[in-house]
């Protein structure tokens, strides 16, 4: 069992940053793969990045971004913290949301980790409000 705990979120102006983090606990976060996801008023749950290590080989982080992400977050994590975070930069008021973080154990291909349904545990979320 992995147990997520986020926070960072906060109202910020547009073309403002936050940084959020994911603190884990029950199984060190070495050992899964983490992703970012969103959530916005009246919408479905959408992928925002994550980042994923062969098991195989552990030659590194692979990360992967939305298009609206890209150029613009960042996605990294620490291991010796037990923790992950989702660096936001140039915010704009289309990334309000609840943003969640997710853990699983599955490694595959970029299109497996984009997906929500590849992620077993889950934190309850950190509100993210871009306004002027």
């Known amino acids: 069992q992995v147990q997520l705990v986020e926070s960072g979120g906060e109202l910020v102006q547009p073309g403002g940053s936050l940084s959020l983090s994911c603190a884990a606990s029950?199984?060190?976060?070495?050992?899964?793969?983490m992703g970012w996801f969103r959530q916005a008023p009246g919408k479905e749950r959408e992928f925002v990045a994550a980042?994923?290590?062969?098991?195989?080989?552990?030659?590194?982080?692979?990360?992967y971004y939305a298009e609206s992400a890209k150029g613009r977050f960042t996605i990294s994590r620490d291991d010796a913290k037990n923790t992950g975070y989702l660096q936001m930069n140039s915010l704009k008021p289309e990334d309000t949301a609840v943003y969640l973080c997710?853990?699983?154990?599955?490694?595959?291909?970029?299109?497996?980790?984009?997906?929500?349904?590849?992620?077993?545990?889950w934190g309850q979320g950190t509100q993210v409000t871009v306004s002027s």
């Open positions: 029950g199984r060190t976060i070495s050992s899964v793969n």
């Open positions: 997710a853990a699983t154990p599955k490694w595959g291909p970029e299109s497996l980790m984009r997906s929500g349904r590849t992620y077993i545990y």
């Open positions: 980042i994923a290590r062969n098991p195989v080989d552990w030659l590194g982080d692979s990360l």
